[in-house]
């Protein structure tokens, strides 16, 4: 995969900070698929992309130093939430806007990771979500990083939904078809193993 050379630069976030209750408390980044684990995917998928690439992770931080550039992790204890990492992300971030991905999506694809930037390029301000049908994928986006203090502001204020926070500050979306494959969350252990019988 190569890097779209047209568009600016920007830092890439992998979340694999979760407490993994669905994986029965496993660390899901490092469950393998097609025999690596799931952060090598994303990894390869996005390692062209920046310069900045992050993963933010609460454990095991010796297995996930060799896929990014710097680790970053909540400041809160107890697994706080996808939102705590996105923090984590927005302030270690190189770059005046950062990717977000979960480590359960394995099969997004460049020409996915492609749209999400150029549509966030022309909403420079904006945060941007991909959506499906009706669904928001919040894990999914692109966040200008001049955002920080507002996300800041909300989690002081007790908020803990990325989603309906970036809905509050006027989110862009990128509109996917329904049950788009490359939107497929491998977060349970059924899913992993049925998709470990499909091509990447």
């Not at 469950?31 to 690596?36: D, I, P, T």
């Not at 800041?152 to 809905?167: I, K, Q, V, Y």
């Amino acid at each position: 995969m190569t890097s779209n050379t047209h568009l600016p630069p920007c830092s890439i976030l992998l979340l694999a900070g979760g407490r993994g209750q669905r994986m029965g408390g496993q660390d899901k980044g490092l469950l393998e698929w097609h025999g690596e684990p799931l952060i090598a995917h994303l990894h390869r998928k996005t390692r062209s992309l920046s310069d900045d690439l992050i993963i933010s992770c609460n454990r095991n931080l010796e297995k996930y130093a060799p896929y990014a550039d710097q680790l970053v992790h909540d400041d809160e204890g107890d697994f706080p939430g996808p939102l705590a990492g996105i923090r984590a992300g927005l302030k270690a971030a190189r770059h005046a806007h950062l990717l977000v991905l979960p480590c359960d999506v394995p099969r997004i694809d460049a020409a996915l990771l492609n749209s999400m930037r150029e549509t966030a390029s022309q909403h420079p301000d904006q945060p941007l979500m991909l959506r499906h049908g009706e669904h928001w994928e919040p894990l999914l986006c692109i966040i200008p990083v001049a955002l920080l203090a507002d996300f800041d502001s909300a989690w002081n204020h007790g908020e803990r939904s990325p989603g309906r926070l970036m809905r509050k500050l006027g989110t862009t979306a990128l509109q996917c078809s329904d049950n788009d494959p490359r939107l497929a969350n491998l977060n349970t252990p059924e899913l992993l193993s049925a998709h470990n019988t499909v091509s990447d």
